[in-house]
């Protein structure tokens, strides 16, 4: 802060020789200045920090310790262009980057690049969380069947554009990305060109979303008659699978779908590479593989089911830093396969990087976050944490039920392996003092590492009371 004085001072001081300074600058004494700034900053950071191990309602880990890395806050670090081929002399944090693409190259078990071949894991940090990776999958989905077509007829059928599923429990996000880049939802080909003729609808109608059950997983046998709808009319599918949904924390069952989805491409003679599988793991796709590693180390008997690179089908996955791991802003890993890279359009000569992310500029910060992250936090303590957190969600699901003995009418719900619990909604001051946060008559918990026993009970004690539900 002290420091931004002193450069204010100096423009001041400089503005004021070329004549050209601003009076209300120079009218208001610095120290004014200084301590109105230290007084907004001062209520701003003593707001946040007591509601902050309050918050129980969203994927967001507060419980993290970055203090050691304030230094770099004071330098611009930027990995502009892709991770593996810059050469611009920008201030960055690409070595880091690097490392820390390796890191999620073991977890999700990739093959690592060394020695690098088309099967080779490729990915890049995010400046956005799922966000991004999501509009980066669907876009690389997109270049990839539109490379595949001008090289060749897809199907048996001339190759017809790709069409996307995604369920009734995926984030916002897909909606909007493929909006941004017109890519058809399975729904928007099936209103225009099949109005009625939805196979998984009694009344023909296209529902919005695949549909789910009632843990927020995809329906299997829903998403294959819409996959067999459209493959059968040459539309190579795009299928967005979810490792934890964001309200009902679902997990699909990537296995299943592509028993599935395989036995349908084959039976209308396309090959099993005509699909793009997106994983879309903005909390699970780090929670689910510490929680493997915990069922191994035999601190929990749950085991979520496999969505990584282990399966072959797997084109791309997405994890958001700030849910699981904690982070002070958006960030994530984008990862997918070197033969999936994307050709720059060009090769900009001004920075000297083919330009193969969404962004241009990239945040260096977001990099050196999660290295932090990953060398502080083995994953044997990612192990513990894991399983601590199932087993308090467990805990939570087992004291609200305790609550329908007061409210005949509450209700709650949780899923296999899942930190979400859903439940009635409350009134408003429970809901804001917890920052829960809700859909209609539900809301939710999360139980993310900062989340206390302490924290649950107190929430619990305020659900028992007489006029907690009106
Ligand atoms: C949170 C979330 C996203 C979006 O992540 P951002 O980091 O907010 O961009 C995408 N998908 C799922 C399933 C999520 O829970």
């Known amino acids: 802060m002290e420091k931004l004085i002193d450069v204010n001072k100096a423009i001041s001081s400089e503005l004021g020789r070329c004549g050209d300074y601003n009076p209300h600058l120079l009218a208001c004494p610095e120290e004014l200045v200084q301590q109105k ?19 129980l309602g969203y994927p967001l880990n507060q419980n993290f310790d970055y203090s050691a890395l304030a230094p770099f806050i004071d330098v611009h670090l930027n990995n502009l262009g892709d991770p593996y081929e810059a050469n611009s002399t920008l201030l960055n944090t690409r070595e880091l980057e690097q490392e820390v693409l390796e890191y999620f190259c073991k977890l999700w078990h990739a093959l690592p690049r060394s020695p690098l071949t088309q099967d080779s894991f490729w990915g890049y940090v995010l400046s956005m969380g799922a966000t991004e990776g999501n509009m980066y999958a669907l876009w690389s989905a997109r270049e990839y069947f539109s490379s595949r077509a001008r090289a060749r007829g897809i199907c048996q059928n001339t190759m017809r554009e790709p069409v996307l599923y995604y369920s009734q429990e995926a984030h916002y996000s897909l909606e909007k990305c493929a909006n941004v880049l017109d890519i058809t939802a399975f729904q928007e080909a099936g209103n225009k060109y099949f109005p009625g003729q939805c196979p998984v609808t009694p009344d023909g ?27 059968s009319r040459g539309h190579p599918p795009i299928i967005v699978l979810n490792v934890g949904t964001t309200f009902l924390g679902g997990f699909d069952d990537a296995v299943r779908v592509w028993q599935q989805v395989s036995g349908i491409l084959e039976r209308h003679g396309c090959d099993h590479s005509d699909c793009w599988i997106h994983i879309d793991g903005a909390l699970g796709a780090a929670y689910l593989p510490y ?93 513990a944490i894991a399983a601590r957190c199932e087993k308090l969600a467990a805990y939570a699901y087992q004291q609200m039920q305790s609550i329908k003995a007061i409210h005949p009418s509450f209700c709650v719900e949780r899923g296999p392996q899942s930190l979400v619990v859903i439940f ?13 946060s809700g859909r209609g008559k539900l809301a939710h918990i999360v139980i993310m590492p900062h989340v206390t026993r302490a924290a649950i009970d107190s929430l619990i004690t305020e659900l028992k009371n007489k006029q907690a539900l009106v």
């Not at 909604?425 to 003092?433: A, K, S, T, V």
């Open 37 to 55: 700034v230290m007084k907004r900053l001062r209520n701003i950071y003593s707001e946040v920090i007591g509601r902050q191990k309050l918050s």
């Open 205 to 231: 109608q296209w529902p919005n979303g695949v549909p789910v059950d009632q843990h927020g997983a995809v329906d299997v046998g829903a998403l294959s008659a819409l996959v067999d709808f459209f493959v």
């Open 291 to 383: 929680l493997e590693l915990a069922s191994e180390q035999r601190l929990t008997s749950e085991r979520g089911s496999l969505f990584d690179f282990r399966l072959p089908f797997v084109n791309s996955i997405v994890m958001s830093t700030h849910k699981w791991f904690g982070a002070p802003f958006a960030s994530g890993v984008y990862m997918s396969k070197e033969k999936y890279r994307m050709l720059p359009a060009t090769l900009p000569e001004y920075v000297d990087t083919p330009d193969t992310t969404l962004g241009g500029t990239r945040n260096g910060l977001a990099a050196l976050i999660l290295w932090y992250a990953i060398n502080t936090v083995t994953p044997t303590m990612q192990a």
């Open 424 to 436: 009635s909604r409350p009134r408003e001051e429970i809901f804001n003092l917890f920052q829960l």
